[in-house]
């Protein structure tokens, strides 16, 4: 590609700040499900201070936890694997094609199925 034909900087610099947004993203999904998985044990815990009998857990907040550690693995890989798909098209001079359905709608209605299966999850011990 010749130099008079290259991308405009500031689309491939705006490339390269939103693969930085996924990887927060994604790093902010383990972090999350890190503390997810090991509520189950503070819940067992605290039962267990306020000589309540522990009822033999099911384990599902480590599922969930483990859960939004995958999916942050994923949105990861499939971010570098996104960029990389961009910025060879933009050097390639093909124009950006949107979507409505994007990767981030799809991340979002798994958050958002997994932030319901917790609440559940939540109101289900309480009881």
Known sequence: MEPDQLPDPRVVL???????AWVRT??????????VARFGLF???????????????????????????????????VAAAS??????????GKPYRVSAWSFGVLVTLIMAVIGVVLTAYLCFWSR
Do not use: C, K, Y
Request: glycine fraction near 14%.
């Open 14 to 20: 705006a490339a390269e700040r939103t693969l930085l």
């Open 26 to 35: 994604s790093l902010a999904m383990m972090g999350f499900g890190f503390v």
């Open 43 to 77: 819940l067992r815990e605290l039962a267990q201070v306020e000589g309540a009998s522990i009822r033999p857990g099911s384990g599902l907040s480590l599922w969930i936890g483990g859960s939004l550690v995958v999916l942050g693995v994923v949105v990861n890989i």
């Open 83 to 92: 960029h990389v798909q961009n910025i060879r098209g933009f050097l390639d």
